[in-house]
């Protein structure tokens, strides 16, 4: 895994930030059209580069010319509208998906021109958190958090717990190890599933809508666990979500994906303080703007 970088925050630098024209209205219709190639940190090492991917189902096009570098041992965060791509993009990184066009590059690698063991070790790489946690009902938590060691390694049973325990013990659900999913709350499946995902010591650790289905206090709590894991031990970490506190919360970097274009990339705050009419509208929760219900 990555190392820790301590305040990575305070030492990363400004980015350059495109001022937008006097006609404004252009300048954002041609974003909202063609979308952008933006890199916030382009002096960083980028683990996972999206170059120019393009993605349909039948005749609904969900990716349409997606261009983001994630930068490393950052959590960058994924924002946009549903059904806009967000999903689908963690799939195309971990190699679920192959894009109809374009380039999925994972640790130096085009994972569609390298053979399907090679993908395979590349998967091993990266850790997932997916929206309820996909826990197996039939196993309890240890179990649970024990199987990809277990599938992928030829770790001795002992070390197998050490392991998970360390694990169970940093998401705070040593006491739950016998528990099965269908005894605990959504919280705490969520936490599992976190924990399976750091098992492997991955280098690149994606969330799909890590808050869905949590309420607001243990959406907090959940999100200071990721900063803390993260703070521990580095890595890049890609979020997926709508809550916009998350983002706000956890990122360094957020991307915001429409109609399946990369329209703005840059640091959190920035992001915050945009004057692009999207940006602001679904940032701030506006019914007043260019998305509407369709």
Not at 64 to 77: A, E, K, Q, Y
Not at 139 to 162: C, Q, Y
Not at 167 to 189: C, I
């Amino acid at each position: 895994m990555l190392g820790h970088v301590t305040d990575r925050r305070k030492a990363a630098p400004a980015m350059t930030t495109q001022v937008a024209p006097v006609d404004n209205q252009a300048f954002y219709e041609d974003i909202y059209a063609n979308g952008i190639v933006a890199d916030p940190a382009p002096h960083l090492e980028h683990s996972v580069k999206i170059k120019n991917v393009k993605k349909s189902f039948g005749s609904f096009d969900v990716l349409t010319g997606l261009n983001l570098n994630f930068v490393d041992d950052s959590i960058t965060t994924v924002l946009g509208p549903s059904g806009t791509g967000k999903s689908v993009l963690l799939k195309h990184i971990v190699g679920l998906l192959e894009p109809d066009e374009g380039v999925v590059e994972v640790f130096d690698q085009d994972i569609w021109r390298i053979s399907p063991a090679e993908r395979q070790e590349i998967r091993k790489r990266v850790g997932i958190l997916f929206q309820d946690g996909a826990l197996f009902g039939s196993m309890n938590i240890f179990d649970n958090v024990a199987f990809p060691l277990r599938k992928h390694t030829r770790k001795r049973e002992s070390e197998v717990r050490k392991i998970v325990m360390d694990r169970l013990d940093e998401v705070g659900l040593t006491r739950a190890e016998k528990k099965y999913p269908g005894e605990v709350s959504g919280g705490m499946k969520k936490r599992a599933g976190f924990a399976r995902a750091l098992v492997l010591n991955p280098s690149l650790v994606m969330f799909d809508e890590p808050d869905s289905g949590l309420d607001p206090v243990r959406t907090s709590l959940l999100n200071d666990l990721i900063l803390r894991v993260h703070a521990e031990h580095g890595g890049t970490y890609i979020l997926v979500t709508h809550d916009i506190r998350t983002a706000r919360k956890v990122s360094d970097y957020v991307g915001v994906v429409w109609k399946g274009k990369l329209i703005h990339y840059g640091e959190t705050e920035e992001a915050f303080n945009s004057d692009m009419p999207f940006v602001r509208q679904f940032l701030s929760g506006d019914s007043i703007g260019p998305l509407g219900m369709d």
